[in-house]
């Protein structure tokens, strides 16, 4: 609403800087380029909000906006999954591995904090485990594409509960997610004190999307 809004009041600036009169035309000449500079910041101003906005929506599609709590943490799902099972959550971080299973493509993910942005952060050291994430409806096209480390993903997911996965030489149980939504981030693109970058993600069921921002420092 807000970007339409600025390009209607482009439009009346224009109308109203164009419009020549008899007395001074001199006068209508300045009028005129005063409205075009206002009318290209007003242009500018409106890609700058579209593109922060995009960010945030595609992170999260419109499919899902109203039904991810945001306010369920890793830690909630981790100390009582039983508690949270069939809710929509975020969750992101490093990819340990990913493997094509009969149903599905399993994915092991270190947890990392996200920033306001969604898009993790490079506080490795604050993570509190890890969670598996179960992709069955095809999202992700091929397992290779995670072959890189410095892939980091931002998911949303439905609690399905806990599974067990092996640690060094130890059994563990951890959240399992069941995928919704995902988008990959090239952490060279992304991580703190690139200035500027175009961070990307793909999320693989809708294709390429662009990502402009910055990312945050706690």
Do not use: F
């Given at each position: 609403m807000g970007i339409r809004w600025l390009l209607r009041l482009a439009l009346?600036?224009?109308?109203?800087?164009?419009?020549?009169?008899?007395?001074?035309?001199?006068?209508?000449?300045?009028?005129?380029?005063?409205?075009?500079?206002?009318?290209?910041?007003?242009?500018?101003?409106?890609?700058?909000?579209?593109?922060?906005?995009?960010?945030?929506?595609?992170?999260?599609?419109?499919?899902?906006?109203?039904?991810?709590?945001?306010?369920?943490?890793?830690?909630?799902?981790?100390?009582?999954?039983?508690?949270?099972?069939?809710?929509?959550?975020?969750?992101?971080?490093?990819?340990?591995?990913?493997?094509?299973?009969?149903?599905?493509?399993?994915?092991?993910?270190?947890?990392?904090?996200?920033?306001?942005?969604?898009?993790?952060t490079d506080r490795e050291t604050e993570s509190k485990g890890r969670f598996v994430v179960i992709d069955r409806g095809g999202q992700v096209a091929d397992p290779a594409i995670f072959d890189d480390e410095k892939k980091r993903i931002t998911v949303v997911g439905e609690v399905l509960g806990t599974t067990t996965i092996k640690l060094d030489e130890v059994q563990q149980q951890v959240p399992q997610l069941a995928l919704k939504h995902i988008t990959v981030w090239d952490w060279d693109r992304v991580k703190p004190g690139?200035?500027?970058?175009?961070?990307?993600?793909?999320?693989?069921?809708?294709?390429?999307?662009?990502y402009y921002g910055y990312p945050l420092y706690w």
């Open positions: 009346l600036l224009v109308s109203a800087g164009v419009a020549p009169t008899r007395q001074n035309p001199k006068s209508d000449e300045r009028k005129g380029r005063y409205a075009m500079n206002m009318v290209l910041m007003i242009v500018m101003s409106s890609v700058v909000l579209l593109a922060a906005g995009c960010n945030r929506t595609d992170v999260i599609p419109e499919r899902l906006e109203g039904k991810v709590d945001r306010d369920l943490r890793y830690a909630d799902i981790k100390n009582n999954p039983e508690a949270h099972k069939g809710k929509l959550m975020l969750a992101g971080g490093k990819v340990l591995s990913a493997k094509r299973m009969q149903d599905g493509t399993l994915i092991e993910v270190l947890q990392i904090p996200l920033s306001e942005d969604l898009i993790p690139y200035r500027p970058y175009y961070g990307y993600g793909y999320p693989y069921a809708w294709g390429y999307r662009g």
